[in-house]
Each structure stands twice: as structure tokens, then as C-alpha cells.
């Protein structure tokens, strides 16, 4: 024991903690008034602020809560540890950080009543300033945010929000990235230095709430700001120009008297609205080239930037310039999966023998969807849509594949379930040559999907037969405005191993009837359907004012990820431009039918020389009908852009072309055909089959030939 006794050494420890303490150390009366302070706490030493209540003394942030808090610590509520309050030193500039903890000192001692309940002497607290560790943790978090939100998208602008998103405004108050106008198109990055007439494009920027507030109590309502997307080029002689000139970051003071302001008046209005005092710009640069530039200020009592700000900016940077690299390699893929689809497709509206078309193909991530119109003969018309699941480029090749085997297939006559069994063959046979690529090869285990959907409209009987192979079936809404049932059995997807059978489905449609072909994106989600069928029966629209209406109503996701929408009306073929007969199966037949042609093509208007080949296209094949053919035999006359000559019998074998000899007395009716026709086939039915020619009609540019009387 001291010499003194308990009192003196109370009063030693007391003095020593007080002098050689690494904490701040406060004492407050029940008052909560300075008792006593060490030379830790600023300004306290000297004595001018005791007996002064403590949020008086301190500029704190909160002195209200502050000074709830130690009342509580009063009232014997329990001591406070590592509570976080933030305030203001004078001797240092800006914010500062401290955890405190209070402890109630009790009366309890010699000479005092030994009771919980007697009066508290005072609070004792200790203060650790904490600004650095915090400063490096809000650091910390905030490229922290920069890792969790870049890279999450693949488009520039959505990468260029979340940097954005993640450093305001925990890491600054106001924030603006620029990106080089090319590449937000999915152009390569210049390499650098930038010059300073390349231009930029805002792709994002963000402020913070009390930054938003100045600025428009500094400028009103008129607040001149530069709109999102805006471009414009670098004024040289500024932070700005030299950044991408050299590749380096920059920490600047801003301020009125800024010289380099004056060669860039929105840069400068833009501090002076703000309040901006503090700035870092930051190339976004990758493998040395340039990407844009990241603008990052410190507005109004905002600590300035540092070099440790610095460094975090140019890793944030460094992590967003790779995001928006990868989100441009996506963009330029993209652009050329998108002009690949869109050289494969159609690149007009067809015109169709008594049906009106009309289409809407919706740019997205599906670069493999397609539609296609077909006429067939016999003025019928092979509707198709498709799509293979996937994006890029081999999504779009993949897509042009089988929309030729489609084509090609359509011309041959085949019956729509027959069309798609074939398609599937060939289907079959992509995916097994792509699974034969190389393991090396990133193809080869990428899966293929795909579905079509095939219909063939025939006006003369006013039928649709539509198959599908892992697609929807096709909407028809009726010229009164009510849905028209389309059972349509679903057959395997293309690229399935399944090897089912696909049934087609027959509908008679009346005159004026609506037919809406869709990929299945437009028919995802509840109520697609009926939507769409609403749609359609909305009187005195146009075609494509009906796939606009479509689109209009479609959910934001339908139309990011592409879709393609073929609408048909159906009519049929009047009646003056088609002539049809039955003939009697006999040998005299032959020359009835030429008789009845030629008296019908006069009456159309047609010269001669047409009228004498198709004179004699119908006899050959008029012949081989009485000679080969069984009842009933029927002839029948299209006149439309070309003129179609069909021959129908009971029979289902087909005549096939042969190259007569010289010495040969026949064999060379089909041969004739095929001269003297653009195009020839066969078609089978349930009731025989067709043998048809098309002839091509001279024509001026009035039309393909003079209009029929009336």
C-alpha cells in the first residue's frame, strides 16, 4: 500500500491514465458538463471548456442522440462500448469518426452510501479515433460493391449503372462514365493515347440526394445538366483530355478560380451547380486501349479525395472496363448474329395467291427465330415459323439451315407432316456433325433445340393443315371476330431424340379469316393467347397495324429476348381468273381440252404464243392422264402473276421425265412440258394426285398481264 493510502494511489492511476493514455478520456458531471479532459481530446487542455456541457464543446453530428445516450448511462442503464459518433475536430479539417464508450462512475465508496441506488458521480468516456479504419472499410465496401455488381450483365449501358449504383454515394457524391461513342456499338477500342476529337457518350451517371438538393436550390427548375446519352468531345487543357492522353489518373482540387474550367464552360457550370470540390477522373483502359473515362466528385462537406481514393478508383475503373469489354464483345456478336438472321429471312413481303401477310420480327438475344411465306402450286401458300433456342451467330446459321431444307422441301408438294419428318432428318444430321467437332471445340457441347410450326392454306377449299414439330400451334381468330379452334397435336422438338410421329390437323377458315404464326416467346406468360386473339379481332385494322397492336401489349421480357410474328389473312381466288372442267375419260378428251383452253386464254387476253404452249402443255398431260390415269379426270386454269395448268386424276403413280431416242415413237410428252414451262410437279392427295405447270407471262410494267374483262 502507498505511503498515502488508497486515496493518493486512486489519484496516481487516475493522473498517469490521464497523461500517457493512447484513448481520449472525458469526464462529465451528472450535469453532463467537462469535469476533465486529456490532452488527447482537442482543445480541452487548456482548460477554456470545462465546466461547459459536452455538446457545447464537441461539434457533433448528432448531439441530441449523443446527449440521450449518456443519460441513459446515467440512470444506470448500463455502460455504452464502441458506439459510433461522427463530428468534427478543430484542429484537423473535415469529418472525423470516433467509437466511444461510457461508463457511469457510481457513488459508491469510502464515505458514500453503499447502495445501487445512490447518485452517479458522472460518466466517464474514451474516445478512439477510428477515421482511417473506417475511411479504409467504406473503401473497402465500396469496391467490394464494384465486384458484386459489374459483370452481372452483358449490356454497356447496365454495367456502366451498377459501377455507378455501387460507388454512389458511399464512395462519392456525384459520378459520371463516358464510353467511347464506337464501342457502345461493339467496335474495338482505340488504342491510346485518345485523341481528344474522338467522341464520348454518357452512358451513366448518379448523384446523391444531397448533391440533387444543392443543385436545385443553386439552379431551379432550369438546371442546365447534360441529358443521359448526350456525346461530345474532350476540351483539351483539361483532367479529362490528359487522363486519356496519358492513361493515368488524376486527383484534383476544384474551385471558382480552377484555371482550367474556363476552356470547359458545362464542366464548370456543372462544379458551380454541384458544389463539387473534389475530383478524380479515371481512364477505363484494358490491354492499352480506351474504353472511356469515369468522372468521380466530392461535393459540399465531403472529405476531399486522397491517394488512397485513388487507388480504389483506378481498381474500380480497371473492374468496370473489363465488364464493359465483355458487354461489348457480346453487343459486336450480337450485331452480326442480328445481321445474319436478317440476310437469311425474307427481305420483302411476298405476295401470295389470295392470301395477305404481314410479319413483325422483334430484335433481342434470339438470334435464331425465323418466318417464311411460301407459294405453292395450285395458288396454295406454305406458312412457317420457327425458331432455334440460342444466341450468336451459330444460333442464326443454324436458323438459315433449315430454312432452306424448309424451302426446298415446300417445293416438292410434300404434305406438311411429311415437310417436318424430313426437316427433323435434317435436324438429326447437324446435330450429329456438330457433336463430331473436336472436345477441343467450344461448339461441340453446346445442345441444339429448335421448333417449326408448317401450315399450307389452299383457297379453293378454304382449308388450313398446319403440323408442328416442339412448337405452339398457330391462333385463328374468324372474320366475326371469335377464336377458331386450332388441336393441333404437338410433335417432337427438331433437334429431340424423340422419335414420334408428327399429325397434322385440318380447319376450314372461312373468307377474311386471321392466322397468327408466333414463336413461343409471344406465348409465354398467362392469358398470351387470348390477348393476342383479342387483338386480332379488332375491327379495321391493317395487317401490320394488328402485329403492331401485338407488340404494343407485349410484357418488357417478351421483347428483350426477340421474337418473330407472321400474321395471314385468308381469301380465296375469284372466280374470272380460274377456269375449271371436268372431262370424261376418253380418247377424244385430249383435243376437247385444247378446244376449251384455247377459247379460254383468248377470252383472258393472252398472245398467242402463250395460248399455243399451254395448248400444248394441257394435251400432253391431258394425255397421259386418259392414258395412265384413272377417273375422275379434272383440268383447271389459275391466271395470276403466272399462269398454273393442273390436271387431276384417281391415280397415285406419278409419270417421271425420260429422255426419248431418236428412234422412240413416245416418251417425249413431259419432256415437252418441261421446256415449255417455267416449273413442273406432281402433288398426291387422299383422291389421286395433280399434275401441275407454271408458266411465266410477258408483261409490261403495268402488271404480268392485261387485266381480265369484266
Known amino acids: 500500500m502507498p505511503p498515502g493510502g488508497p486515496d493518493q494511489l486512486d489519484e496516481a492511476v487516475l493522473a498517469t491514465l490521464f497523461a500517457q493514455s493512447s484513448l481520449g478520456l472525458v469526464v462529465l458531471d451528472p450535469q453532463l458538463r467537462l469535469v476533465r ?58 469529418d472525423r469518426e470516433f467509437l466511444v464508450s461510457a461508463y457511469r462512475i457510481d457513488g459508491l465508496g469510502p464515505g458514500s452510501a453503499d447502495s445501487p441506488d445512490a447518485p452517479a458521480f458522472g460518466v466517464l468516456t474514451a474516445i478512439v479515433d477510428v477515421t482511417e479504419r ?29 459501377f455507378i449504383d455501387a460507388l454512389v454515394p458511399g464512395f462519392a457524391d456525384l459520378a459520371v462514365v463516358e ?69 493515368r489518373a488524376r486527383r484534383v482540387a476544384l474551385g471558382p478560380d480552377t484555371p482550367w474550367l474556363a476552356t470547359d464552360p458545362d464542366g464548370a457550370h456543372a462544379v458551380v451547380e454541384s458544389g463539387a470540390h473534389s475530383l478524380i477522373v479515371v481512364p477505363l483502359t484494358l490491354r492499352g486501349a480506351v474504353l472511356g473515362l469515369v468522372s468521380l466528385y466530392r461535393c459540399g462537406a465531403a472529405e476531399p479525395f486522397d491517394e488512397d481514393d485513388v487507388s480504389l478508383a483506378v481498381s474500380a475503373a480497371t473492374r468496370a472496363a473489363l465488364g464493359i469489354d465483355n458487354a461489348r464483345r457480346y453487343e459486336r456478336e ?6 445474319v438472321q436478317r440476310r437469311l429471312l425474307p427481305q420483302a413481303e411476298r405476295q401470295q395467291t389470295a392470301v395477305d401477310t404481314a410479319h413483325v420480327l422483334l430484335p433481342g438475344r434470339d438470334s435464331g427465330c425465323w418466318f417464311d411465306t411460301i407459294g405453292l402450286s395450285g395458288a396454295r401458300t406454305a406458312l412457317v415459323v420457327g425458331g432455334v433456342a440460342g444466341e450468336g451467330v451459330q444460333s442464326a446459321i443454324a436458323m438459315g439451315q433449315l430454312r432452306m431444307v424448309i424451302q426446298a422441301l ?48 389452299d383457297p379453293f377449299a378454304r382449308t388450313c393443315t398446319v403440323a408442328r414439330a416442339g412448337h405452339p400451334a398457330p391462333l385463328a381468330v374468324g372474320p366475326d371476330g371469335r377464336a377458331v379452334a386450332l388441336d393441333v397435336p404437338e410433335g417432337p422438338g427438331l433437334f429431340s431424340a424423340d422419335s414420334a ?16 404464326f408466333c414463336t413461343a416467346e409471344l406465348l409465354s406468360g398467362d392469358g398470351a393467347a387470348e390477348r393476342i386473339t383479342e387483338t386480332l379481332a379488332l375491327p379495321g385494322r391493317s395487317l401490320q397495324q394488328l402485329g403492331d397492336d401485338i407488340v404494343y401489349a407485349l410484357p418488357d421480357d417478351t421483347r428483350s429476348a426477340g421474337a418473330a410474328l407472321l400474321l395471314a389473312r385468308t381469301g380465296t381466288v375469284s372466280d374470272h381468273l380460274v377456269a375449271t372442267w371436268d372431262l370424261a375419260q376418253d380418247r377424244t378428251t385430249p383435243a376437247t381440252a385444247r378446244v376449251l383452253v384455247r377459247d379460254r386464254l383468248q377470252g383472258w ?28 379426270l379434272r383440268l383447271r386454269l389459275l391466271l395470276d402473276s403466272t399462269l398454273t395448268c393442273e390436271v387431276h386424276d384417281g391415280s397415285r403413280s406419278s409419270p417421271h421425265l ?38 411465266e407471262l410477258p408483261g409490261d410494267d403495268s402488271g404480268p398481264f392485261p387485266p381480265p374483262p369484266g
Not at 415449255?676 to 398426291?684: E, I
Request: with cysteine; proline share 6%; hydrophobic share 40%.
Open 37 to 94: 479532459a486529456n490532452s488527447l481530446v482537442e482543445g480541452v487542455e487548456t482548460g477554456e471548456y470545462i465546466g461547459r456541457r459536452f455538446t457545447e464543446v464537441f461539434r457533433l453530428d448528432d448531439p441530441d442522440g449523443s446527449e440521450q445516450l449518456m443519460k441513459r448511462v446515467l440512470a444506470g442503464e448500463g455502460p455504452v462500448r464502441d458506439h459510433l459518433v461522427r463530428g468534427r475536430l478543430r484542429r484537423i479539417p473535415g
Open 134 to 162: 473506417e475511411r479504409a472499410r467504406a473503401r473497402e465496401t465500396a469496391l467490394a460493391a464494384v465486384r458484386d455488381a459489374v459483370g452481372g450483365s452483358l449490356d454497356v449501358a447496365a454495367v456502366c449503372r451498377a
Open 179 to 247: 464510353v467511347v461513342d464506337e464501342v457502345l456499338r461493339g467496335a474495338d477500342p482505340p488504342v491510346g493515347p485518345l485523341p481528344t476529337e474522338t467522341p464520348l457518350r454518357s452512358a451513366a451517371s448518379g448523384r446523391c440526394d444531397a448533391v440533387r438538393d444543392a443543385a436545385e436550390a443553386r439552379s431551379g427548375a432550369g438546371a442546365r445538366r447534360r441529358p443521359a446519352g448526350a456525346t461530345r468531345r474532350l476540351p483539351d487543357r483539361t483532367p479529362y483530355a490528359l487522363a486519356v492522353a496519358d492513361l
Open 334 to 339: 450480337h450485331v452480326i448474329a442480328s445481321t
Open 410 to 457: 415446300a417445293g416438292l408438294d410434300l404434305e406438311p407432316e411429311e415437310v417436318l419428318a424430313r426437316l427433323k432428318d435434317t435436324a438429326d444430321r447437324l446435330a450429329g456433325e456438330r457433336a463430331a467437332l473436336p472436345s477441343g471445340d467450344s461448339l461441340q457441347g453446346e445442345p441444339l433445340s429448335a421448333g417449326c410450326v408448317y401450315g399450307v392454306y
Open 501 to 516: 410421329l408428327f399429325a397434322p390437323a385440318t380447319v376450314t377458315l372461312e373468307e377474311g379469316s386471321l392466322l397468327a
Open 605 to 632: 387476253g393472252l398472245d398467242e404464243d402463250t395460248v399455243d404452249a399451254t395448248e400444248l402443255i394441257v394435251s400432253e398431260l391431258v394425255t397421259n392422264a386418259v392414258r395412265y390415269g384413272t377417273p375422275p
Open 658 to 695: 425420260r429422255h426419248a431416242r431418236t428412234v422412240d415413237e413416245g416418251g417425249r410428252g413431259l419432256f415437252i412440258v418441261s421446256r415449255l414451262a417455267s416449273h413442273w410437279g406432281a402433288r398426291h392427295g387422299p383422291d389421286g394426285k395433280v399434275l401441275w405447270t407454271e408458266q
